[in-house]
Structure formats: structure tokens, C-alpha cells
């Protein structure tokens, strides 16, 4: 792990305490998070749907004009008991994603 993906752990982990939030809420909610792997940022939207039920989404944050980067995330829309189990899957997709387009640029 580089040192700017333990920053980026590191800064993921004070996101937690917003996130873990939606647990108080007894409405359905959602919270949206910056995180960032390996130098490219992403938006996690947290969604409530009910008690127990928490699914995620995330798209990509690029400079203005630029377009962004494809990426299949495996698991997009998947239900999860509580939000931080929602949001780590996310950042297991956007992780793995990005590491795979990193390879897949490395042989071509």
C-alpha cells in the first residue's frame, strides 16, 4: 500500500462517522462521501432504503471537462445490513476497479 492510499484509508475512516449516521435516521436517507484510490476521487452514495437495508453507488470525480473513466464496479445497487458494511463494499469496488484499469493500461 503507497502512502497515498494509507491517507486516503486514513481520510475514508473519518467519512465513517457521517456515514454511520444513517443508522439514527428512521427514514429512508442518503449520504454521499468523497473517496479517493489511487489518486482518483469517487462520490459513495449511501442509501437507506429501510431498517437494515443499505445499498451504495459511486461515480467518478474528474477536472472539470475532462470525461470520466469507465469503470465496472461489481456490486453497485447489492443490499448490505448496515452502512458501513455498504460503504467498505464500495470501496472494495472502486479499489479493485481501479486496479484492474491500471494492469489492463500497463499491457496495452
Same mark, same amino acid.
Given at each position: *500500500?503507497?502512502?497515498?492510499? @494509507?491517507?486516503?484509508?486514513?481520510?475514508?475512516?473519518? +467519512?465513517?462517522?457521517?456515514?454511520?449516521?444513517?443508522?439514527?435516521?428512521?427514514?429512508?436517507?442518503? *449520504? +454521499?462521501?468523497?473517496? &479517493?484510490?489511487?489518486?482518483? @476521487?469517487?462520490?459513495? +452514495?449511501?442509501?437507506?432504503?429501510?431498517?437494515?437495508?443499505?445499498?451504495?453507488?459511486? @461515480?467518478?470525480? +474528474?477536472?472539470?471537462?475532462?470525461?470520466?473513466?469507465?469503470?465496472?464496479?461489481?456490486?453497485?445497487?447489492?443490499?448490505? %445490513?448496515?452502512?458501513?458494511?455498504?460503504?467498505?463494499? %464500495?470501496?472494495?469496488?472502486?479499489?479493485?476497479?481501479?486496479?484492474? %484499469?491500471?494492469?489492463? &493500461?500497463?499491457? &496495452?
Amino acid at each position: *500500500m503507497d502512502c497515498c492510499d @494509507r491517507f486516503a484509508l486514513w481520510l475514508a475512516e473519518l +467519512t465513517l462517522d457521517r456515514v454511520k449516521g444513517l443508522e439514527t435516521s428512521a427514514a429512508p436517507a442518503e *449520504m +454521499t462521501v468523497r473517496a &479517493s484510490c489511487q489518486r482518483r @476521487r469517487f462520490d459513495v +452514495t449511501i442509501r437507506k432504503q429501510q431498517e437494515g437495508c443499505y445499498c451504495w453507488n459511486a @461515480r467518478e470525480v +474528474t477536472p472539470k471537462f475532462a470525461p470520466p473513466q469507465l469503470l465496472n464496479l461489481p456490486g453497485d445497487g447489492v443490499q448490505h %445490513a448496515d452502512p458501513e458494511t455498504a460503504f467498505w463494499a %464500495a470501496w472494495g469496488a472502486i479499489d479493485q476497479a481501479v486496479r484492474g %484499469a491500471a494492469l489492463r &493500461s500497463q499491457h &496495452s
